[in-house]
Each structure stands twice: as C-alpha cells, then as structure tokens.
C-alpha cells in the first residue's frame, strides 16, 4: 500500500533574504566600504550628504515656479545624541539664507517618512520628532528612499551617543 505524504518543506529565517537580521550588517559593511573607511558613524554621514547632493533641489529643476532657487543641505554631528542639519537656500538674485538647527535623536523613530507627490516637484522627508518636513529634495522617490534609508541608520547610530 503507497504512503503519501503531504509535508511542507522548512524554511529557516537564516534562508529567507527578508527575514534575515544580516541585512543591516551587509548595508553597512557596504558603505564602510564605499567610503573606505571602518567608522560607521563617518560613513553614514558622508554617505547621507552625498545624498543630499545628488538630489538636492535646483533653481533649473524649478521652471515656472516663482523664486526658484537652489537648496542643499549639509548633515553632522553638533553633540552627543544630536544632529545638526544646515539650511542654505541661494536665490537667483545671488543672496544666500543659512540657517542651522538641531534635532535630538534621544526617544524618537529612527525609521523615517517621506512622501513624494505625483503633482509635484518635490520629495520632503518628515521629521523623526513630530513628522514636520525637515528636509526637501527633488523629486526622486528611489532617491527619497535612499536618503530616508540611510538617515534611519545614521540616527540609530548617533543614538548610541
């Protein structure tokens, strides 16, 4: 008499690429390695303001828009458990505004938000503390989430102190 045996197979976590705890680990080895460095933290910040330059916001993105001007930022570390996001917005007419200001990282999400409408020219990514746009970039959702991906890890890593 024939035996049928209706068996699931076993899938350990180790297998699954999704599951696995080892895609931080990878991320990070990748990006020590893209900046050639062993420092987390400094690869994460170069990393992020690379970012930040690659998708910054162009007065030539802005055709039609009034007082198009070019936005970028710059990231770094201001104290233990902050991070500081410098603000410099040059208008066509050649003034530049700067502005400084500091986000403590101590009790918030590290997991960031970032919306990219379809009817616009713009991504902005929320603030970890209260959702508030803190950055704007030119529309670019891969590029939007590339940055989102890794500030959540920049942030995990400043709140370690």
């Known amino acids: 008499m024939p035996l049928f045996c209706a068996c699931a197979p ?18 990070l080895a990748e990006i020590k390695g893209l900046y050639l460095t062993d420092n987390e933290r400094d690869a994460l910040f170069a990393h992020s303001n690379d970012l930040l330059k690659t998708y910054a ?7 039609g828009q009034p007082d198009p001007h070019d936005l970028n930022y710059q990231l770094s ?14 208008h066509q007419n050649g003034t530049v505004a700067v502005s400084n200001r500091t986000l403590s990282v101590y009790g918030v999400d590290p997991y960031l938000q970032y919306q990219c409408p379809a009817q616009g020219l713009v991504c ?3 603030s970890p503390a209260d959702g508030s ?5 030119l529309r670019d959702p891969k590029g939007a989430e590339q940055l989102a991906k890794a500030l959540s890890f920049l942030i995990r890593n400043l709140q370690k102190g």
Do not use: C, F, H, K
Request: charged fraction near 20%; avoid cysteine; charge should be neutral.
């Open 77 to 90: 570390a201001s104290a233990p458990g902050e991070l500081r996001i410098r603000e410099e917005i040059r």
């Open 133 to 137: 746009p803190m950055l704007t970039l």
């Open 10 to 27: 076993i899938v350990s976590a180790q297998n699954q690429g999704s599951l696995g705890s080892d895609e931080p680990a990878r991320y």
């Open 124 to 126: 902005v990514v929320g």
């Open 57 to 63: 916001l162009r007065a030539a993105y802005q055709v």
